[in-house]
């Protein structure tokens, strides 16, 4: 029986190893793929975030993405802003294709459990820096030609940063920034 069990722990192992680095190549295509379609994007994340402010939100991530063959333009919302937890606030989507000659987003207000964790944990991160995504995209300043594909908060070392994604000089490269960047 040990054998057996042991022999089966290997196996498990073993397919569990596979099965992450599958899913590695798995991310690592969409980030390609993600990668040679941001040329073609007309609209960038700074006009997203404009989009929710208009709408007299809270943005508190955005990204372009490449999905079902078509790259988008996405920002998260909180229609309450940060003065309200998750339970009280709408969290909601501003999504359309990036590449249209005009960015016409549909919006959908999240209420599926994978949308609601995400952008209550997002919420939550801004809630808790002074940092807004428009200053952390200021203060990532990038050099060259670039273009700025994601800006997410996420927890670093113990504070809320928020992480900005961008392809400069045909590199991706990431950028943490928080309230001590200067």
């Known amino acids: 029986m040990t054998v057996c069990r042991t022999g089966s722990l290997r196996g498990f192992a073993l397919a569990a190893a596979f099965a992450f680095l599958a899913s590695g190549t798995r991310a690592e295509q969409a980030d390609a793929a993600l990668l040679s379609h941001l040329p073609s994007a007309k609209h960038g994340l700074r006009e997203a975030l404009e989009a929710v402010l208009a709408e007299g939100a809270e943005p508190i991530s955005a990204k372009l993405e490449f999905e079902e063959g078509r790259l988008w333009l996405s920002v998260y919302g909180a229609k309450e802003g940060l003065h309200k937890c998750a339970e009280k606030n709408e969290l909601f989507e501003l999504k359309g294709d990036a590449t249209a000659e005009h960015w016409q987003p549909q919006r959908e207000i999240f209420s599926d459990r994978e949308h609601l964790t995400r952008a209550s944990a997002q919420l939550t991160l801004m809630q808790t820096t002074n940092l807004t995504l428009e200053a952390a995209l200021t203060h990532a300043a990038l050099p060259g030609k670039s273009v700025v594909y994601s ?11 928020i992480v900005i994604e961008a392809l400069v000089n045909g590199k991706p490269v990431q950028i943490l920034v928080d309230e001590t960047t200067k």
């Open 151 to 161: 800006a997410i908060p996420s927890l670093k070392d113990g504070k809320t940063a």
